[in-house]
């Protein structure tokens, strides 16, 4: 029993040296959805409590970011997240393709499928109420009519 703990810590301190990143962003203020759309503020706070860390520059990262296996967890949910949407990038996307990225929010709002379940299990404080969800989705509403 003590030969198998001392190779379970030894391989937990080895694993620490695999690499795993975020793709770093620079990102103009002015391109920000927040800023570029007007955001009101209550809905400005939702969206960066909830949904900035994974998809914008503006990335929380907790103090368990830096701990294999969880920080590739972390950098996986963030990059496949800006990858597929980024608010600070929103004044680069066309009108189709804001308006397509508008809609795809809504169904996955409506959907309870954002934020990802896996996601939530280390932020549970980023699940959105349902009095969030109708704020974010009567805003889209009025912006793809």
Same mark, same amino acid.
């Given at each position: 029993?003590?030969?198998?703990?001392?190779?379970?810590?030894?391989?937990?301190?080895? /694993?620490?040296?695999?690499?795993?990143? /975020?793709?770093?962003?620079?990102?103009?203020?002015?391109?920000?959805?927040?800023?570029?759309?007007?955001?009101?503020?209550?809905?400005?706070?939702?969206?960066?409590?909830?949904?900035?860390?994974?998809?914008?520059?503006?990335?929380?990262?907790?103090?368990?970011?830096? /701990?294999?296996?969880?920080?590739?967890?972390?950098?996986?949910?963030?990059?496949?997240?800006?990858?597929?949407?980024?608010?600070?990038?929103?004044?680069?996307?066309?009108?189709?393709?804001?308006?397509?990225?508008?809609?795809?929010?809504?169904?996955?709002?409506?959907?309870?499928?954002?934020?990802?379940?896996?996601?939530?299990?280390?932020?549970?404080?980023?699940?959105?109420?349902?009095?969030?969800?109708?704020?974010?989705?009567?805003?889209?509403?009025?912006?793809?009519?």
């Amino acid at each position: 029993m003590k030969r198998i703990t001392i190779i379970g810590l030894i391989l937990v301190i080895l /694993i620490q040296f695999i690499p795993s990143r /975020i793709d770093e962003l620079e990102s103009d203020p002015q391109s920000d959805f927040i800023n570029a759309e007007s955001i009101p503020e209550e809905m400005a706070h939702i969206l960066k409590n909830s949904c900035y860390d994974c998809h914008s520059a503006s990335t929380r990262l907790p103090w368990y970011s830096k /701990i294999a296996p969880v920080k590739w967890l972390i950098n996986k949910h963030i990059n496949e997240g800006r990858e597929e949407l980024n608010f600070s990038l929103w004044t680069s996307y066309s009108e189709k393709k804001k308006r397509h990225k508008l809609d795809e929010c809504y169904e996955l709002i409506g959907e309870n499928e954002m934020p990802l379940t896996s996601y939530l299990w280390l932020h549970s404080d980023s699940k959105l109420e349902e009095s969030e969800k109708q704020i974010l989705n009567e805003w889209i509403l009025s912006r793809v009519q």
